[in-house]
């Protein structure tokens, strides 16, 4: 990690301790520090979910038939990572937490169905879902009105002691490479906080830049910007370049720092303990700090590449003079003017028969979300994808809208059918388990744009908002027992199949 000096000197410390005043002010009125309450609730649920994993944990090793001292030695625990484990949670903000069990216990039989009908058994636990497809596997559900997502990790020893070391060699012996991509989460979070030189200043940071990159449309990796990880890591990243730090210095510096980067450099945390070999991938490769040659995933495209250069430039011109008198903070994290920015819009409407069956289809839409905006950019070339959710309310079936700046001043409207042809080609390839939805693509003038944010959805339930479809559970579909693998006639829970389905596994 870089050390060096701020890029203010000479400047009272008063000037730098009020403007980091008016900064630390600036974030309890948007909302960004959580209450007592939220931080006490958030500690139960992690509390919580580790008394259910042991029992869990004890319950597969019977039915694998261990003997009775490894069943009273075995031990499974919760680690929770992300913005919970950094520090810079919200009161409407997820809890990532990572399981991680022994060596017999598996991720499809153990973890998919064992664990996964434990949970839906509690008074608490609600809206389970199964994410089976994703890069990182994990059960969805929310506890006590709390969204969590519970990846799985399987180190080989018989017992996971409660503070497991995840950068300790001997616990990564010999894992699977699902348990490892699992695993990275966490090992980035405890490597960053090893690293930065003050917690306080880093998570107020983090905080600060995670709300710009919101207000200014550049926050969320399914649309090709920057996820929570990279802003952790550019956060820390700042946090070390500067020794003598205040909040207004670094948010002053990582505009200053980023808007001048050299891309495709990549940005590391540890520069000597992991040569890199080749070339980064990506165009904003983000080296995580936990592993030789590990980047971040990112589905950076080059038209969001360009908006977020554009608005590094934009916060470092108008952070470069924060000591003057007057300086405001307010104008960093103005709203992005969409409709006064593009004449023209990609709109990307989605529906479904009800509320719940949007929910699953609109995160599965969403995690194809790059190969549309590729195809849209080989056709219009750069396009802005507005992560905002919208709501046509005249409309009779549930809908989410998304609407997707095109820089053009002049559209060829009729292209959108061929970009409509292919993209719905790559949501029909993968195997989305609920029912089809519809999608419907067009190009819209400014002037057609839900007009003062009226129809935006930014009070809408967090489950549209993130990749998710479950096992679907209706009148047409037969519970199937799952028998275990190591004590026969022994039914360790019920897969949910249709009838077709069922029907096929006869004879």
Known sequence: MKKGGGRNKGFPPSMEDESSISLRQLMVNEGLIPSLEDEEKRRVVINMLRKIVVRWVKNVAWQHRLPQNQIDATNATILPYGSYALGVYGSESDIDALCIGPFFASIAEDFFISLRDMLKSRREVSEVHCVKDAKVPLIRFKFDGILVDLPYAQLRVLSIPNNVDVLNPFFLRDIDETSWKSLSGVRANKCILQLVPSLELFQSLLRCVKLWAKRRGVYGNLNGFLGGVHMAILAAFVCGYESNATLSSLLANFFYIFAHWQWPTPVVLLE????????????????????????????????????????????????????????????????????????????????????????????????????????????????????????????????????????????????????????????????????????????????????????????????????????????QCNNVPVYSHHLPGYVVGYQKMANREADGMGG
């Open 272 to 475: 000597d303990t992991y040569p890199a070999t080749g070339a980064p991938p990506g165009l904003m490769p983000i080296q995580l700090p936990c592993g030789s040659h590990q980047y971040c995933n990112s589905n950076i495209t080059r038209s969001t590449f360009y908006k977020i250069m554009a608005e590094f430039l934009r916060g470092h011109n108008l952070t470069k003079d924060y000591l003057k008198p007057n300086f405001s903070w307010k104008n960093l994290f103005e709203l992005y003017p969409y409709a006064n920015t593009y004449t023209w819009f990609t709109k990307i409407y989605l529906s479904a028969a009800n509320q719940e069956d949007l929910s699953d289809w609109v995160g599965w839409v969403k995690s194809r979300f790059r190969c549309l905006l590729i195809k849209i950019e080989e056709v219009y070339g750069i396009c802005d994808p507005n992560p905002t959710e919208y709501v046509e309310t005249h409309t009779k079936q549930p809908n989410i809208v998304f609407y997707w700046g095109l820089q053009l001043r002049t559209i060829n409207v009729s292209g959108i059918e061929s970009v409509e042809t292919e993209f719905l080609k790559n949501v029909n390839s993968g195997s989305f388990q609920g029912p089809v939805g519809r999608i419907q693509l067009s190009v819209v003038e400014a002037s057609q744009l839900p007009k003062n944010g009226e129809c935006a959805s930014n009070n809408r339930s967090k489950k549209v908002t993130k990749t998710c479809w479950r096992i679907r559970e209706n009148k």
